[in-house]
């Protein structure tokens, strides 16, 4: 059974520096990995969708990069803003997923001081 | 409206109430999911329809009744809740629905429910 660990649980970072969050899986046969952010009380918002014959993925000042056969993803936000405070959570898409092949991690809940 | 969006976003009932959340999609998409997500825990796919027909039921109590009346719309109705079962439910769609799909699932900002 896939499972998808996220670490830090949670990061607290003053403003304008770069930072990275870790995410690991345990079964590397995966189709794709999306990294999601969510808001407090709110849905998901996806970020980046890296699929499994991709390295990396950027968007902004977002980088997602994905190692598959080591069973790990980072997300890499530079020149981090108080609005980039949310949860950030990796979810990957495999065989030994649920349903919609889609695995969770429990998030990293991100706060970026002022 | 635009995306998806879910009614009503605060919910609180009893364990002998009868309630239904409701989720409306406007992106034209085929598939349409419920998912749970409780306090420290990860989020938990509990229903996925495509075209309108249900083709997953990931083991959820049957205290859940999910209705999918066109490709649009997506309720899920609630009876005799536990208070475990508080939490927030989030509705998502997509175009299409394959296990192996590289498609992307939009999400709407959930349904806080809470049982007493």
């Known amino acids: 059974k896939q499972e998808v660990t996220q670490i830090p649980a949670a990061l607290s970072v003053p403003e304008g520096e770069n930072l990275v969050l870790n995410c690991s899986f345990t079964?590397?046969?995966?189709?794709?990995l999306q990294w999601f952010r969510q808001d407090p009380g709110k849905g998901l918002t996806s970020l980046l969708l890296?699929?499994?014959?991709?390295r990396e993925q950027t968007s902004g000042r977002l980088n997602a990069s994905l190692d598959k056969s080591s069973g790990r993803s980072t997300l890499y936000i530079a020149a981090s803003q108080p609005g980039d405070s949310a949860t950030y959570l990796c979810?990957?898409?495999?065989?030994?997923?649920?349903?919609?092949?889609?695995?969770f991690g429990k998030g990293t809940h991100l706060i970026i001081q002022p | 409206e635009t995306g998806v969006t879910q009614t009503p976003r605060h919910l609180v009932m009893g364990m002998t109430n009868k309630k239904s959340l409701k989720c409306e999609q406007h992106?034209?998409?085929?598939?349409m999911y419920w998912y749970k997500q409780s306090a420290k825990k990860p989020l938990e796919l509990m229903f996925v329809?495509?075209?309108?027909?249900?083709?997953e039921n990931n083991s959820v109590p049957s205290r859940f009744s999910p209705e999918c009346p066109n490709s649009s719309h997506l309720f899920l109705h609630l009876h005799t809740l536990q208070p475990e079962d508080s939490a927030l439910y989030l509705c998502?769609?997509?175009?299409?629905?394959?296990?192996?799909?590289?498609?992307?699932?939009?999400f709407g900002p959930g349904t806080r429910l809470t049982v007493t």
């Open positions: 998502a769609s997509s175009q299409t629905y394959r296990r192996e799909g590289t498609y992307e699932q939009y």
């Open positions: 079964d590397s046969a995966i189709y794709n």
């Open positions: 890296i699929q499994s014959s991709q």
């Open positions: 979810a990957v898409r495999g065989s030994g997923g649920g349903a919609d092949g889609l695995t």
């Open positions: 992106l034209g998409h085929n598939a």
């Open positions: 329809y495509s075209l309108e027909e249900r083709v």
